[in-house]
């Protein structure tokens, strides 16, 4: 790092940075999810389709494609989440699994059904990294169960914004 005499600036192959410019981001790699659904619950569906919703602020959700699967949905999708608070506001990783287009599930009025969550506390250093498998939850009854589970990895990055 060099101090211009009014900014900030990094130093990156050789070309000075405005410090304004570097953004600290969660790089995402969402493979599958295992066990996502339970087919005792509704044995008459055959063709589940699954999403996921992520967060890390409330204010900005994302959301992946649709994919079919009936257990086992894969995405294989990636991402970065840029984290304008981290770490004051940031402190973990929202997912919620959701079934869509699942108009045959008793109360639901538009056809989307948690089928599971999980929050993951955020890496807390830079270049820190969380890889693996998360058990998701679900509400059961008056409790929560523990079914299924999602395999994903987690990077704390800086970006540049040219």
């Keep these: 790092m060099e101090n211009d005499s009014n ?9 000075i940075i405005p410090r304004r410019n570097i953004y600290l981001g969660l ?6 999810a295992e066990d996502i659904d339970n087919p005792n619950i509704h044995p008459h569906m055959f063709n589940r389709e699954y999403r996921l919703a992520v967060w890390v602020d409330p204010i900005e959700e994302f959301s992946t494609i649709p994919v079919e699967g009936l257990l086992n949905p894969a995405w294989n999708a990636s991402g970065v989440i840029f984290l304008k608070k981290f770490p ?3 402190t973990f990783l929202n997912i919620e699994g959701l079934r869509i287009n699942s108009m045959n599930d008793p109360g639901t009025s538009s056809g989307v059904v948690i089928a599971g969550r999980v929050k993951i506390p955020l890496p807390r250093v830079l270049y820190g990294e969380k890889i693996g498998c998360f058990g998701l939850v679900r509400e059961m009854g008056e409790g929560f ?3 299924g589970h999602i395999l994903l990895s987690i990077k704390l990055r800086k970006y540049i914004y040219v």
């Design 145 to 147: 169960e523990v079914e």
């Design 7 to 15: 900014r900030n600036v990094s130093r990156i192959q050789d070309e």
């Design 88 to 90: 004051e506001d940031h």
């Design 27 to 32: 790089h995402l790699e969402i493979l599958y």
